[in-house]
């Protein structure tokens, strides 16, 4: 798994690469929280995640949380097909902010 990132408008711009595993979520929740202390507006790009776990979508479930403690904002953006429909079937559709690229997440 590999981020990386980049500053566009008023937002931090996570790029997603690989695999989000069991393997991989404590290094990718370290990385966050990291980011989060610099920029509390966020857009994670999944145009490359390959595959997301349970293990995975906790992590995104508790940066949701503590970026709304922040007064912060996640976004996510260019879902491959099989990651959105994990999305759908786990009802986290309903939780976070979805959009189809990232031009879109960033105009709203």
Do not use: W
Not at 19 to 47: A, G, P, V, Y
């Amino acid at each position: 798994m590999k981020i990386s990132e980049q500053n566009i408008k008023n937002y931090t711009v996570v790029a997603i690469e690989g695999r989000l595993d069991t393997n991989h979520c404590d290094t990718f929740e370290k990385q966050m929280m990291e980011i989060i202390t610099r920029s509390n507006h966020l857009i994670l790009d999944c145009k490359n995640l390959e595959y997301i776990s349970s293990s995975g979508l906790r992590v995104f479930l508790v940066l949701q949380k503590k970026l709304m403690a922040l007064s912060g904002q996640m976004k996510l953006c260019q879902l491959q097909p099989a990651i959105k429909e994990v999305f759908e079937i786990s009802g986290f559709t309903m939780i976070f902010s979805i959009f189809p690229d990232l031009e879109k997440a960033l105009e709203s």
